[in-house]
């Protein structure tokens, strides 16, 4: 997931999301990080400066990671409905196959240890603006109801979350099939045909 970081940042920021994920933030030191990722303190504070530095720069991280990895997937559709599948597809795969950065980004995405500055950095560098000009898209199209776009990712967003939290905790068996039937159920959520024929 850090692939852009040097080595020695690479192993701090690894080493962290899996203690933060196991033992909860607050005991999360300085000390154990740099005792579980092989780092010595001085090699860490050469390249943070606090413990809150490192938290911020793993959410930076992840959030650029998750980005590049739905807005790559979103880049091969060649219409609106292509394209919304796609990027689905997508944030499902991506919260599967990194469930630690999921789990991070799902807890502290709201927590007051993430500065204003990183989140607004992350949210305006992540997925969600290139969704929400998807989304807008649609409504320009006559596609999708008139609701603002962030609000409609958001309301599917959610509703991922809520399956992968179910998915990781054994709860739900989220099979091609059944991911399938989620993002056509999202897609038919804000359709303006599945409403018209509903309506008739």
């Known amino acids: 997931m850090f692939q852009n970081y040097n080595k020695v940042q690479r192993a701090v920021l690894e080493t962290t999301l899996r203690i933060i994920n196991q033992k909860e933030l607050q005991a999360t030191s300085m000390s154990l990080i740099a005792k579980e990722s092989g780092v010595s303190t001085g090699s860490i504070y050469h390249y943070f400066k606090s413990k809150e530095e490192i938290i911020n720069e793993l959410y930076r991280g992840t959030v650029?990671?998750?980005?590049?990895?739905?807005?790559?997937?979103?880049?091969?559709?060649?219409?609106?409905?292509?394209?919304?599948?796609?990027?689905?597809?997508?944030?499902?795969?991506?919260?599967?196959?990194?469930?630690?950065?999921?789990?991070?980004?799902?807890?502290?995405?709201?927590?007051?240890?993430?500065?204003?500055?990183?989140?607004?950095?992350?949210?305006?560098?992540?997925?969600?603006?290139?969704?929400?000009?998807l989304y807008a898209e649609g409504i320009l199209q006559g596609l999708f109801i008139n609701l603002k776009p962030k609000l409609m990712v958001q309301m599917h967003y959610g509703s991922i979350v809520y399956l992968v939290k179910g998915h990781l905790q054994s709860y739900v068996e989220l099979t091609e099939e059944v991911i399938e039937r989620v993002i056509q159920a999202s897609w038919d959520s804000i359709s303006i045909q599945a409403h018209t024929v509903e309506e008739s």
């Open 64 to 133: 650029v990671f998750n980005g590049e990895f739905v807005i790559k997937g979103l880049s091969g559709g060649t219409s609106v409905q292509e394209c919304f599948r796609l990027a689905w597809r997508s944030i499902f795969q991506l919260c599967m196959e990194f469930p630690q950065g999921f789990q991070f980004i799902e807890q502290y995405s709201f927590s007051p240890y993430i500065y204003d500055e990183v989140k607004m950095e992350a949210y305006e560098g992540g997925w969600c603006i290139p969704l929400e000009k």
